[in-house]
């Protein structure tokens, strides 16, 4: 039989696995047995996929935020600046947000928000405090 090779199979044992049960003392740390060059291209391919995964879900948790928003009319002010904020936080993300007086602008907006929706609320307490 010279140059023949000679296959020899065998029966596994299959029952822990059948029954559910993994030994942890038969776990084999792969991440150890690779050189270094390997452990990190191993570790920005975790990383990758998990980045990945948090912009899916992400998007799916603005597309629900986006679907709510879209829903009905704001019934008050305070409605009215939340939708506003939303659009005016993903246009600041954009490249044309980027110019400094945009930016500010932005800025003031938000501030406006605040002093007027303040401004609001204090005045329909002094309307509740007097009826």
Partial sequence: M???????FRPVDQQPAESGQILAQDTIDLDGRRGMAAQKATGMRRQLAAVEADHAALRARQEELEHFLLAAPATDWGEAVAKARYLLILF??????????????IADVFADFKRLLAETEMAARRGRSRG
Avoid: F, I, S, Y
Wanted: with cysteine.
């Fill in 2 to 8: 010279h140059g023949c090779v000679r296959w020899v």
């Fill in 92 to 105: 600041a993300q954009t490249p044309a947000a980027e110019d400094p007086r945009r930016a500010t602008l």
